[in-house]
T-cell receptor, first 115, second 112 residues
Framework: GAVVSQHPSRVICKSGTSVKIECRSL??????MFWYRQFPKQSLMLMAT?????????EQGVEKDKFLINHASLTLSTLTVTSAHPEDSSFYIC???????????FGPGTRLLVL | AQSVAQPEDQVNVAEGNPLTVKCTYS??????LFWYVQYPNRGLQFLLK??????LVKGSYGFEAEFNKSQTSFHLKKPSALVSDSALYFC??????????FGTGTQLKVEL
């Protein structure tokens, strides 16, 4: 149980384009989903927390207009990187927590490369 | 503010030997502590957690961790390491809210 998927696993795009990443909880209802960014050989940096049906809460320094988050259902959250630039290239990981909330289950990550 | 320290960037151990990956934490209130493992180019896999109860927590793949309140530690242990245990290990803490704070990670290398 507690499986979280992400799609795509890898994406290469041109500078200026937008990229959408999907995060799905496959076998449980995720009341809260989290989006992280991980740089090479570094820890995870929380970008935002989203609750189903409400606006995401962004961490300090994360541009909400650049990283659009939608959590439309209890099993799906999306992160859209708008007008991507090479400095947005990174490994993006989502996680989901159920009603009990204390354990986050992570997706396999999405490798974004912006040329 | 909550924080996690993983003092070792890398731990090397021979297969069959016991392993320990260290973690200390700082949090207001009662800690919720977690260990996750990450394989290359993959997300994090949940290993175990401490919320309350017995200080020795058993998790996946033979791993266990001991919560020590006086030392504010939550070291990860395994009695007999396997080469397949080689990966990046993250300790994380929350003070009861849903926002996890991660340590910087410890690379475990198990050699034959």
């Amino acid at each position: 149980g507690a499986v979280v998927s992400q799609h795509p696993s890898r994406v290469i795009c041109k500078s200026g384009t937008s990229v959408k990443i999907e995060c799905r909880s496959l076998d449980f209802q995720a009341t809260t989903m989290f989006w992280y960014r991980q740089f090479p050989k570094q820890s995870l940096m929380l970008m935002a927390t989203s609750n189903e049906g409400s606006k995401a809460t962004y961490e300090q320094g994360v541009e909400k207009d650049k990283f659009l988050i939608n959590h439309a259902s209890l099993t799906l959250s999306t992160l859209t990187v708008t007008s991507a630039h090479p400095e947005d290239s990174s490994f993006y990981i989502c996680s989901a927590a159920g009603l009990a909330g204390e354990t986050q289950y992570f997706g396999p990550g999405t490798r974004l490369l912006v040329l | 503010a909550q924080s996690v320290a993983q003092p070792e960037d890398q731990v090397n151990v021979a297969e069959g030997n016991p392993l320990t990956v260290k973690c200390t934490y700082s949090v207001s209130g009662n800690p919720y502590l977690f260990w996750y493992v990450q394989y290359p180019n993959r997300g994090l896999q949940f290993l175990l957690k401490y919320i309350t109860g017995d200080n020795l927590v058993k998790g996946s793949y033979g791993f266990e961790a001991e919560f020590n309140k006086s030392q504010t530690s939550f070291h990860l242990k395994k009695p007999s390491a396997l080469v397949s245990d080689s990966a990046l290990y993250f300790c994380a803490v929350t003070g009861g809210g849903n926002k996890l704070t991660f340590g910087t990670g410890t690379q475990l290398k198990v050699e034959l």
